[in-house]
Structures are given as C-alpha cells and as structure tokens.
C-alpha cells in the first residue's frame, strides 16, 4: 500500500506542511474568520486559471499555476471548509499567505461568493511549520 501524499504549499523557496498545520489547529482550536475571496483572487491570479487546463503560457510568481490546477476538482471543493492562513512577519507588519484553500478560493470565484471561513495560524505556528 503506498504512503499517503503530504500535503505542503510551496512559495518560492519555502515549503508549508500543510498536514502539520491541520495538526495544529486540531491541537489549537480557534474561532473561524471570513476571508475575502477578491483579496485572494488578486493576489494569487485565480481569474486566469483557464477550466480546460489548456492555456500553461504564464505562470505567476507564486499560487497556483495550470500545472497544479484542477477547475473540475476545484467545482467540487467544499466551501464550508475552512482555508487555511499562514501569518509571516515582515517589516511593515504581519503578512498573510493561503497555504490551503486555492481550488476552494476558486471554486467561490466562480460562483460569486464574497467570503470563505478561516483558520489563520499564529506567526510561531507558521514557523513551525514552514521547512528550511
């Protein structure tokens, strides 16, 4: 029986452990908060993704990219599941990164939804689980 896949999130050169995080927030129970679907479709370019899977000429600087993009399984992703947020610091203040989420945040694109609900980790739960 093969070894189930890991699931991380990749910006740059950083890699999120994603299942470490689920861990967490089941360790850490925390109330859920709305995040902006616009916010995020900006940020990550999800308006370009193309459902066919055909157009793989572009590619952002970081999110997904049509390599790693299922319009099909994204129309399927439950939105009542919460994302998934990592908090980094930076000089002007905390910066926040989907690390989990993007077919959902997709998917609520498509059908016009403001908000999804969200687990938005800790700066030191984001250390933790972000591997060097």
């Not at 896949?5 to 967490?24: E, K």
């Not at 908060?33 to 916010?39: G, K, L, M, N, R």
């Not at 999110?63 to 399927?76: I, K, R, V, Y």
């Not at 930076?90 to 969200?118: C, F, K, N, Q, W």
Request: proline share 8%; aromatic share 10%; net charge negative.
């Amino acid at each position: 029986m093969p070894a189930p896949t890991r699931q991380v999130f990749t910006y740059g050169a950083w890699v999120f452990d994603v299942d470490h995080a689920m861990r967490l927030l089941g360790e850490h129970p925390r109330a859920i908060e709305q995040t902006s679907v616009a916010d995020w479709v900006a940020a990550y370019h999800l308006s370009l993704l193309r459902p066919d899977g055909e157009d793989r000429s572009w590619y952002p600087i970081f999110g997904p990219d049509q390599s790693h993009f299922s319009a099909e399984h994204a129309m399927h992703a439950d939105l009542d599941r919460p994302v998934i947020i990592a908090l980094l610091e930076s000089d002007s203040g905390p910066a926040r990164l989907l690390i989990d989420g993007v077919h959902r945040m997709y998917r609520a694109m498509v059908e016009g939804r403001p908000t999804l609900p969200a687990y938005v980790l800790t700066i030191a739960e984001t250390a933790a689980i972000r591997e060097y």
